[in-house]
T-cell receptor, first 118, second 112 residues
Framework: GAVVSQHPSWVICKSGTSVKIECRSL??????MFWYRQFPKQSLMLMAT?????????EQGVEKDKFLINHASLTLSTLTVTSAHPEDSSFYIC??????????????FGPGTRLLVL | RKEVEQDPGPFNVPEGATVAFNCTYS??????FFWYRQDCRKEPKLLMS???SGNEDGRFTAQLNRASQYISLLIRDSKLSDSATYLC?????????????FGKGTKLSVKP
């Protein structure tokens, strides 16, 4: 149980285009979803936290107008990288948790989306 | 000072060896602690949680020293399949809900 999927698994796009990444919890309802980014040989960095039906909370230094997050249902969150540039090339990983605190605090990670902007 | 610090390695060990990784964290308010493993170009996967009393899961033993803000992972009888990057992770309560702070990871390579 507790499977999280991401789509697409990789994407190559031209500079200036927008890219949408989907994150789905397949067998549980995710009250909270998290978006991370990992550059080569760097640690995962939290970009934003989203709760179903409310606005995402962005970490300091992450542009909310550039990285649009929508968490419209308990099983789906999307991250849209608007007007992507080469410096946005990275490994984007989502995670989901089913409950706030207690036994459900474990975050389950999706397989990640590798973005390359040319 | 970085929030979670790890020796990046790599640790190159023969099969069957015992290897230990250390990690320090800077925020004394950290509440939960974990070791994740990340294979090349893959997502991190939870290896084990770390409890104050220390805990063991098969060949893996984790220890936590809150006073020193120090976490360790011991792997006994290393297997080739243990080759990966091991991420030390702490979780803060307050601020962003469920915020996990990841270390950069320690790379382990187990050789035949």
């Amino acid at each position: 149980g507790a499977v999280v999927s991401q789509h697409p698994s990789w994407v190559i796009c031209k500079s200036g285009t927008s890219v949408k990444i989907e994150c789905r919890s397949l067998d549980f309802q995710a009250t909270t979803m998290f978006w991370y980014r990992q550059f080569p040989k760097q640690s995962l960095m939290l970009m934003a936290t989203s709760n179903e039906g409310s606005k995402a909370t962005y970490e300091q230094g992450v542009e909310k107008d550039k990285f649009l997050i929508n968490h419209a249902s308990l099983t789906l969150s999307t991250l849209t990288v608007t007007s992507a540039h080469p410096e946005d090339s990275s490994f984007y990983i989502c995670s989901a948790s089913g409950l706030a605190g207690g036994l459900g605090e474990t975050q389950y990670f999706g397989p990640g989306t590798r973005l390359l902007v040319l | 000072r970085k929030e979670v610090e790890q020796d990046p390695g790599p640790f190159n060990v023969p099969e069957g060896a015992t290897v230990a990784f250390n990690c320090t964290y800077s925020n004394s308010a950290s509440q939960s602690f974990f070791w994740y493993r990340q294979d090349c170009r893959k997502e991190p996967k939870l290896l084990m949680s770390v409890y104050s009393s220390g805990n063991e899961d098969g060949r893996f033993t984790a220890q936590l020293n809150r006073a020193s803000q120090y976490i360790s992972l011991l792997i006994r009888d290393s297997k080739l399949s243990d080759s990966a990057t091991y991420l030390c992770v702490v979780k803060l309560y307050g601020g962003s809900q469920g915020n996990l702070i990841f270390g950069k990871g320690t790379k382990l390579s187990v050789k035949p």
